[in-house]
């Protein structure tokens, strides 16, 4: 079964403070996700990468980084969190190559990120 | 413009009773529909997809949903709920022309005992 792992499960973080998050997937796709989860808004995409050493801006990726060294990991970094970030973070991966329309997402458990 | 309307923020049902979830989409094309649930600290799981053929398609754990291009909707059905359905219920919308993906706002669905 499909499977992805994020870590860590809740964080608290710092207004100003570095905050990772990471994303570990054993499904061997190619495509990666991020997302973040406000009420109110649904989810919206962060950033996304199509496979290792790439990454792509989502429709909200100010305030954001990410990172894709490997097929399996994808990480999500705030270099000066902001209350503002805080939020549900939930990564996927997709079972199509490419970006196809018929992609299926599979989501990890999600990040609860607090920032004071 | 892509689009995807939930317009019930909440719907609340007995256990037993049959389920409605409505799903509208603003696609100029045929998109592909499909309907994730979300249940209680936990991710977005798949219950079913649409893009060709037979309108109602079948899903996980009894649910279906109908596809009407002439209404724009991807409807979600169960016959009959189980407390355990109790869940949020996402549409969401991809054209077969970008990547864009579009996320409903979901509907949090309470089943009653």
């Known amino acids: 079964e499909a499977a992805v792992t994020q870590s860590p499960r809740n964080k608290v973080a710092v207004t100003g403070g570095k905050v990772t998050l990471s994303c570990n997937q054993t499904n061997n796709h190619n495509n990666m996700y991020w997302y973040r989860q406000d009420t109110g808004h649904g989810l919206r995409l962060i950033h996304y990468s199509y496979g290792a050493g790439s990454t792509e801006k989502g429709d909200i990726p100010d305030g954001y980084k990410a990172s894709r060294p490997s097929q399996e990991n994808f990480s999500l970094i705030l270099e000066l969190a902001t209350p503002s970030q805080t939020s549900v973070y939930f990564c996927?991966?997709?079972?199509?190559?490419?970006?196809?329309?018929?992609?299926?997402?599979?989501f990890g458990s999600g990040t609860r990120l607090t920032v004071l | 413009a892509q689009s995807v309307t939930q317009p019930d923020a909440r719907v609340t049902v007995s256990e037993g009773a049959s389920l409605q979830l409505r799903c509208k989409y603003s696609?100029?094309?045929?998109?592909?529909l499909f309907w994730y649930v979300q249940y209680p600290r936990q991710g977005l799981q798949l219950l079913l997809k649409?893009?060709?053929?037979?309108?109602v398609v079948q899903g996980v754990n009894g649910f279906e949903a109908e596809f009407s291009k002439s209404n724009s909707s991807f409807h979600l059905r169960k016959a009959s709920v189980h407390w355990s359905d109790s869940a949020v219920y996402f549409c969401?919308?991809?054209?077969?022309?970008?990547?864009?993906?579009?996320f409903g706002d979901g509907t949090q669905l309470v089943v009653k005992p």
């Open positions: 996927a991966s997709g079972d199509v190559g490419g970006g196809s329309s018929a992609e299926t997402l599979y």
């Open positions: 696609y100029s094309g045929t998109p592909y």
């Open positions: 969401v919308l991809r054209g077969n022309s970008n990547n864009r993906i579009f």
């Open positions: 649409y893009y060709s053929g037979d309108p």
